[in-house]
């Protein structure tokens, strides 16, 4: 409940005499704020219901999950970590242990000052400002109160579909991200094989020039990264460039390109008598193994990240279609081990990475993704590729799996080529076949 303080009544209660009697009250010189935290407030959540449509719901928070900072230098309280998107503070109660007499008034109405309670529902939607007075009134300290929430949904994926400035149209894609720049080869309206290109910042393509030093004719179309340079095979012969126009030979008998999602410095290639063989400098080759029953075929998309629990250990992560199936294959290795293991299919048939047509992986926000020609949704894996659940936006809440990681709305189930890569402000690139680019991060990743 709020009282109005009036000033009079304020100077008698400072006076440190009381109207019942001669009795004096301990009395000190100490006005600072020590602690302080909000009570509970609703949170507006969009959901969707069983029916799949929109629906609006209320949850419950409190304000112990965001510790509040008090600045004693500079007599400001704020709280670091912004509470959920939709937070709704207009009339919160708070817990405040301090020493002296507290009050409160609200910045754009300082002429009411109100002595505060525990009880008060505080609108901390508006500027406050709190005060302490010493009990013996010889000191008073003012403190700024501003309570933070987030403006915009964290964990959701935000699309821009006005990135395609001078894009041309490609068939066949292969995209990738180096040095800030975005790089996307394909065959051009000619058949011939090209290259746009663009920095992350500068929204205009460098239109599609066209490659030299090999023929289009043979080329797999799939380019990676090593080392900083770009490799790519045509007609059995393996391609280098450093410009990404200008190509030259690096070696022979190359049946088929892995393509890395991340240049950690190793080439991985199928020699054309079938023997996955891998390379640093392009001079010594590893022969790592015979082609297993079932290894993804030219479509074999690879990437390497550390293990989260050794920092020390890399996983490598190889996905891809074979001939003979009609899922998807997941094959892993960690460093130390001598040959590549194909992922134990889940029990649950419906967690397979499906088969796909223009299969697309990424890796982002700590997990995998997979996308291909026609589909509805993002494919997750929380756990190496092991399983992989569709990002329906309809999801249990505690799901593992982000329900808020939606492909364009303009591209789902679209009969479309396409590929796809991340760059290193935090967004994800689309292009598709008809010359369409769309650029998206999950608000909390985005650092453009």
């Known amino acids: 409940m709020k009282g109005r303080i009036l000033l009079p009544l304020l100077a008698v209660l400072l006076t440190g005499v009381s109207c019942l009697g001669d009795t004096e009250k301990v009395t000190s010189p100490q006005a600072a704020i020590k602690s302080f935290t909000i ?62 007499t507290l009050f409160y008034c609200y910045a754009d109405n300082p002429g009411e000052t109100y002595m505060w309670s525990s009880y008060d ?33 964290p ?39 090209s290259v746009t290109y663009r920095n992350i910042v500068n929204e205009n393509w460098n239109g599609a020039n066209q490659l030299s030093g090999f023929s289009a ?8 990264l090593c080392g900083g340079k770009f490799y790519t095979v045509s007609g059995g012969t393996l391609y280098g460039s450093a410009d990404a126009v ?48 079932g290894f993804p075929g030219s479509s074999a998309i690879i990437t390497s990240y550390p293990l989260a629990t ?60 997979c996308f291909g020609k026609g589909s509805e949704w993002f494919r997750q894996s929380c756990d190496n590729g092991i399983t992989w659940y569709e990002c329906n936006s309809y999801t249990e809440e505690f799901s593992s799996w982000n329900r808020y990681m939606q492909l364009p709305d303009a591209i789902k189930g679209a009969d479309k080529e396409s590929a ?6 935090g967004s994800i690139w689309i292009m598709t076949e008809d010359g369409q680019v769309w650029r998206g991060a999950i608000n909390r990743l985005n650092r453009r």
């Open 39 to 100: 009570g509970y407030y609703p949170v507006r959540v969009h959901d969707i219901n069983w029916h799949g449509r929109d629906t609006i719901i209320y949850e419950r928070e409190g304000g112990v999950m965001y510790p509040m900072t008090i600045d004693q230098l500079n007599n400001k309280i704020y709280n670091i970590d912004s509470l959920a998107y939709g937070s709704d503070i207009s009339a919160v109660t708070s817990s405040v242990s301090y020493a002296g």
């Open 121 to 153: 529902s505080i609108d901390f939607t508006r500027r406050l400002v709190f005060t302490v007075v010493s009990t013996d009134g010889t000191y008073t300290r003012k403190y700024d109160v501003k309570v933070n929430v987030r403006t915009v949904f």
């Open 155 to 193: 964990d959701s994926l935000i699309w821009s579909g006005a990135e395609n400035t001078g894009f041309p149209v490609l068939s066949g894609m292969s995209a990738l991200e180096r040095s800030d720049s975005i790089f996307c080869f394909g065959k051009d309206a000619s058949g011939a094989a």
């Open 217 to 224: 004719e043979g080329w797999k179309q799939g380019v990676t």
């Open 246 to 293: 200008n190509w030259k030979a690096v070696k022979t008998g190359i049946k088929n390109l892995f393509v890395s999602l991340n240049d950690d410095g190793l080439l991985w290639a199928v020699s054309e008598d079938n023997e996955i063989i891998r390379t640093s400098d392009m001079t010594e080759w590893l022969t790592v193994q015979s082609v297993p029953e």
């Open 310 to 369: 050794n920092a020390n250990m890399t996983r490598w992560v190889l996905a891809g279609v074979s001939d003979e199936e009609s899922y998807a294959s997941v094959w892993t290795m960690l460093t130390g081990d001598t040959v590549w293991t194909e992922v134990d299919a889940p029990a649950r048939t419906e967690l397979r990475l499906p088969y796909m047509q223009n299969l697309s992986m990424i890796r982002y926000d700590g997990d995998l993704f």
């Open 420 to 425: 796809c890569t991340v760059d290193s402000k």
